[in-house]
């Protein structure tokens, strides 16, 4: 089992609906992190939350870190075919040295025109 | 500015040959590491270098992989003696001396055949 765990590994939509990705741990980590990835490319960061109950926004796309910083989720209104890619989390737990990252497994989102 | 450079892009081997993979940094980037990526997964730490300090090489899978970073900046990950599970994508990733976000090369397609 993984660290951090996402759910679904897999989502497909039409253009214009909701959708949520979750990343649970049953570890505490001190910044939890959110990355796209396209095929061929490198995990881009979208967003850092550090603070147990954050709240961050970017345009269409809404991450909550969880009050004990265990899990988070992203939540995109509106998904547009712009917005498939690998969704992944990654967290830096208690004490990591350097900032080591922890990766969930992914979530591979597919908006369909 | 210039982002996280890796070469080659793409590299095909035969198993029990050694390959060496190449990072640059972004520039003024304190912090590199490496992370090995298997077909549509989630991102596994390998070794993670910070200044002068010594690495850590926690992640590395066998005595086969080694890595350096010479003058603080360009590192190189060596396998020795591939293997055909060493198949992966290898990704290279900087960070500054302060914050947790990590900036990701495009990577490096290994094969060994």
């Known amino acids: 089992t993984q660290l951090l765990e996402q759910s679904p590994q897999f989502l497909s939509i039409q253009e214009g609906e909701n959708l949520t990705v979750y990343c649970n741990s049953s570890s505490v980590f001190s910044s939890l992190q959110w990355y796209r990835q396209e095929p061929g490319e490198g995990p881009v960061l979208l967003v850092t939350v550090v603070t147990g109950g954050e709240v961050k926004k970017l345009k269409r796309l809404t991450f909550q870190f969880g009050d004990a910083r265990k899990d988070s989720s992203l939540h995109i209104t509106a998904a547009q075919p712009g917005d498939t890619g690998l969704y992944l989390c990654a967290g830096t737990m208690i004490k990591a040295a350097g900032n080591k990252l922890t990766f969930g497994g992914g979530t591979r989102v597919l908006v369909k025109p | ?113």
């Open chain 2, 1 to 113: 500015g210039a982002g996280v450079s890796q070469s080659p892009s793409n590299k095909v081997t035969e198993k029990g040959k050694d390959v060496e993979l190449r990072c640059d940094p972004i520039s003024g980037h304190t912090a590199l590491y490496w992370y090995r990526q298997s077909l549509g997964q989630g991102l596994e730490f390998l070794i993670y270098f910070q200044g002068n300090s010594a690495p850590d090489k926690s992640g590395l899978p066998s005595d086969r992989f080694s890595a350096e970073r010479t003058g603080g900046s360009v590192s190189t990950l060596t396998i020795q003696r591939t293997q055909q599970e060493d198949s992966a994508v290898y990704l290279c990733a900087s960070s500054p001396a302060r914050g947790y976000e990590q900036y990701f090369g495009p990577g490096t397609r290994l094969t060994v055949t």
